[in-house]
């Protein structure tokens, strides 16, 4: 198969900053995808209707195009669900992102405490408000490695069992334990999965030395749990879809003596996802899980219009922007046409 045609995908998890790196971010997710969901941990934190409808309007002037954001609530330890439920009947509101306190970028002003947004998380189910989570404890006595088998042991098993109706995508899947625990939850429970967690495993971040730009969070895991995880995307199952995660840091963020953790892999991301299905034999799953699963998960209409993928050898450039990109310096096997 020399190319590939697709509906055209979405992307359920980016971060897609504000100010000059907005602008200069925007485009390459508008250039792949009809829609994003944008998570909402800028500084300060998108908590208001107010602030998401303004950044909303930021990123419709920088992406250009036919794009469509999705905007996110931040949700805090005082999380109004009288909020939460406006900014969702006056369609600012998609869902509502949980942060650990600390856990990541900008989640300082996150959650200490699960208990206290039980009022928060009723309304939410009440309404059908998807819960979107950063799944990784943030206690100092767990290895880094461990924090997301963690989480869904001591956090995330208690949450689906107490609000059995409410949506939850765990994002970014890392780990073989989340991989089960979503494929064996019920379907009210889904997962993103990034790119860099299908090509990755942690020999990554030391291959030659240490490396900052295959540095994100959840960290990249050792290989039995990448290989686990590419088996979920490539299973065909609806509870499996693509959010690329795309994080993008300045180089001397990055490269510093406390680099910041993100991976920017907008400009390529729909081609990354690409290769793996190719080298799994499951390019007509492609589309179920970039262009299908996702919206309907939402309950949103799939998108008209298609994207076709050619197979060729593209050098990817190792400046993008200014920025350093996923798999930059490297050959892929795909473009988007």
Not at 175 to 180: H, I, K
Not at 271 to 299: K, N, T
Not at 313 to 335: D, K, M, N, Y
Request: aromatic letters at 8%.
């Amino acid at each position: 198969m020399q190319s590939i045609s697709i509906r055209r995908p979405d992307d359920w998890h980016v971060h897609l900053r504000d100010g000059a790196m907005l602008d200069t971010v925007a485009p390459f997710t508008a250039r792949q995808f009809a829609r994003a969901i944008v998570m909402p941990n800028l500084s300060p934190p998108v908590t208001s209707v107010v602030a998401a409808s303004a950044y909303r309007e930021r990123i419709v002037a920088a992406a250009g195009g036919d794009f469509t954001p999705l905007m996110t609530c931040y949700l805090t330890d005082d999380a109004s669900a009288d909020e939460l439920a406006r900014g969702h009947a006056e369609g600012v509101w998609v869902a509502a992102k949980l942060y650990p306190a600390n856990a990541t970028t900008n989640s300082a002003h996150g959650v200490t405490d699960l208990r206290k947004l039980w009022p928060a998380l009723e309304r939410m189910q009440a309404i059908g408000m998807p819960l979107l989570v950063h799944g990784e404890v943030t206690d100092p006595e767990v290895d880094i490695f461990d924090r997301e088998a963690v989480f869904i042991e001591r956090v995330l098993g208690g949450l689906v069992r107490n609000f059995p109706a409410l949506k939850i995508v765990l994002e970014h899947i890392t780990t073989a334990e989340a991989a089960q625990f979503v494929a064996d939850a019920p379907v009210t429970v889904a997962a993103t999965i990034t790119p860099q967690h299908l090509h990755l495993n942690r020999n990554a971040l030391f291959a030659g030395g240490l490396r900052p730009h295959a540095y994100c969070l959840p960290v990249v895991k050792r290989e039995k749990h990448r290989l686990a995880v590419r088996a979920a995307a490539v299973s065909g199952s609806a509870k499996f879809f693509l959010g690329t995660d795309s994080a993008p840091h300045s180089v001397e963020a990055k490269e510093a003596s406390c680099g910041c953790a993100g991976i920017f892999n907008a400009p390529n991301a729909l081609e990354s996802y690409a290769m793996v299905f190719d080298e799994e034999g499951a390019l007509d799953r492609l589309e179920g899980f970039a262009s299908e699963h996702g919206p309907r998960f939402y309950g949103l209409p799939l998108n008209e219009g298609q994207v076709t993928l050619e197979r060729a050898e593209v050098s990817v450039p190792e400046r993008v922007a200014g920025l350093v990109p996923f798999h930059g310096g490297a050959t892929i096997g795909w473009r988007l046409a």
